[in-house]
């Protein structure tokens, strides 16, 4: 388990150039608002990793035009349903690229659900780093 705070203007988060010692990720993990916070984050990032790869809804659209124009001029014949074909196009392509918004916001929204389990939770993290201190 590894703790990833959301990332400061230049996209780097202040505790990536440290590595988490195993007590401190053991501690983490013992909070189960923290741990439920760290499997979210997880789970948001995969939903993100599995988003199809976007197309532009305008270059969706502008394919399909453009393959009717080749087909027209290689046989004569315009397609009859290439403006259906170019709305859908366009509507897949939006709708994906949606998809990947609100996805990408769910990962904000895990972050900062973590940081604030983080610090809601950092007496219980500190008494299990206590009692580990004394044992």
Do not use: C
Request: overall charge negative; charged content about 25%.
């Amino acid at each position: 388990m590894t703790y990833t705070a959301p990332a400061n203007r230049r996209g780097l988060s202040h505790f990536e150039r440290f590595d988490m010692s195993t007590e401190l990720a053991a501690a983490y993990a013992a909070v189960p608002e923290i741990a439920a916070a760290e499997t979210r984050l997880s789970e948001a990032k995969r939903l993100v990793a599995e988003t199809p790869e976007a197309v532009a809804p305008e270059a969706a659209r502008e394919n399909v035009i453009t393959e009717a124009v080749a087909a027209f001029v290689d046989s004569g014949a315009f397609p009859s349903d290439v403006g259906r074909r170019a709305v859908e196009a366009f509507r897949s392509a939006e709708a994906t690229g949606q998809e990947l918004v609100a996805r990408k916001r769910a990962v904000t929204g895990a972050e900062w659900a973590l940081y604030n389990a983080l610090t809601d939770h950092s007496g219980a993290v500190l008494s299990h780093l206590a009692g580990r201190l004394t044992a």
